[in-house]
């Protein structure tokens, strides 16, 4: 069965301490994949995007990730976290040109000031 | 700027009840779809909906109808509550070009079932 597995659950880091949330995708075929976050009290919002290329994305706010197809994974990178990085990220995958996009359990990340 | 708008944000219903979760976009999307979330499960897919007047099951269908009666209203109706459906709803749309994975979200309505 497709599933999408995140390593930890919560994440507490110090500001300016770098970032890497694990994502792990079971999948046949090629696969698209997605990060996406929740902000405290606001919508669910796609931070970045992989579909075909470069294996090395990169989204907003210094968000990248890394997909590594011989790995089956996604990783989410950040080198220098914030403050306002507290929020919840959530992996997801998709078959290519498919519409059934399967999300992670979330991850909470917990920056200290 | 309304975005995706759900209605309503919070509901509260006895075990048997029914309910309908009104969703819309103004953003001339042609997908929508319907996501649970339950803490430590993320977000599973219960319904989506490609185009106008198609419907298709996701991962967690069971106990759930959705309608798609214009492109910019996608419901979905709980036919009889049950506890375990006690969750929070988010609906979402995204543009075409095939992008067919969820871009914009609603606020997400939290649901209680007695």
């Known amino acids: 069965a497709q599933s999408v597995s995140q390593h930890n659950h919560h994440v507490i880091l110090s500001e300016a301490a770098s970032l890497e949330l694990g994502c792990n995708y079971s999948y046949g075929g090629t696969v698209n994949l997605f990060w996406y976050v929740q902000y405290p009290g606001q919508h669910l919002q796609l931070l970045l995007k992989?579909?075909?290329?470069?294996?090395l994305v990169k989204g907003i706010k210094g968000f990248e990730a890394e997909f590594i197809k011989s790995k089956f994974s996604f990783n989410l990178r950040k080198p220098s976290v914030q403050w306002s990085d507290t929020a919840e990220y959530f992996c997801a995958a998709k078959v290519t040109g498919g519409f059934k996009t399967i999300f992670g359990a979330g991850t909470r990340l917990f920056v200290k000031a | 700027n309304a975005g995706v708008t759900q209605t309503p944000k919070f509901q509260v219903l006895k075990t048997g009840q029914s309910m309908t979760l009104q969703c819309a976009q103004d953003m001339n999307h042609n997908s929508m779809y319907w996501y649970r979330q339950d803490p430590g499960m993320g977000l599973r897919l219960i319904y989506y909906s490609a185009s106008e007047g198609t419907t298709d099951k996701g991962e967690v269908p069971n106990g759930y109808n959705v309608s798609r009666l214009n492109k910019r209203e996608f419901s979905l109706r709980l036919e009889s509550a049950a506890p375990s459906q006690t969750s929070v709803y988010f609906c979402?749309?995204?543009?075409?070009?095939?992008?067919?994975?969820?871009?914009?979200f609603g606020d997400g309505t939290r649901l209680s079932i007695l």
């Open positions: 992989y579909f075909s290329g470069d294996p």
């Open positions: 979402a749309s995204s543009e075409d070009g095939g992008a067919r994975q969820p871009q914009h």
